[in-house]
């Protein structure tokens, strides 16, 4: 819009039926309530937020528990900026450190210490819980597999990624 309100462009508007409201606002509540509803139970029983989980819980699975930060983003599916300031507090707290990447310099690997493998290995349970009682569980396979293929069609890169 100008400072007029007028329109800058000539594309027209096209309004949401019905069916597409409804998946419009369906997915947009799940984008803004799941991840809170996901975080409480980690923040209330392991302190930790849900991004600080999943970025643990990558760590743990990578091979010799170490990741390039840019690949490490993307799988928590943040920015590099916040995944720096998320990393930053975790080698606060003695669960990660970072070294560079004896392969190739410019890049810095993210390495899970013991530390921080015990607490993802604690969270772990209460996580899952929360991903079956919440998603998994209400959904049965098909829904699964579309909610999954959906997921795919949808995926955003962060800008610092691209």
């Not at 409804?22 to 996901?38: E, H």
């Not at 928590?76 to 990393?87: D, K, Q």
């Not at 690997?109 to 604690?122: C, I, N, P, Q, R």
Request: glycine share 6%; proline share 4%.
């Amino acid at each position: 819009m100008s400072s007029t309100g007028e329109r800058q462009d000539d594309e027209e508007v096209r309004w949401l039926d019905e069916q597409e409201k409804a998946a419009w606002t369906g997915l947009i509540s799940l984008v803004l309530l799941l991840p809170g509803k996901l975080e409480s139970p980690l923040r209330q029983e392991h302190g930790i937020t849900l991004f600080e989980y999943l970025v643990l819980s990558h760590l743990s699975e990578a091979p010799k528990r170490k990741l390039r930060m840019g690949e490490l983003a993307f799988l928590a599916s943040g920015s590099l900026s916040r995944l720096s300031n998320v990393i930053k507090r975790c080698e606060q707290r003695g669960w990660v450190v970072r070294t560079p990447d004896p392969a190739d310099g410019r890049y810095t690997l993210a390495e899970l210490t013991h530390a921080g493998f015990d607490v993802v290995h604690l969270a772990a349970p209460t996580h899952l819980r929360a991903v079956r009682r919440m998603v998994l569980d209400v959904l049965n396979t098909t829904d699964q597999k579309a909610l999954a293929r959906i997921a795919q069609k949808l995926r955003i890169v962060p800008d610092d990624l691209d």
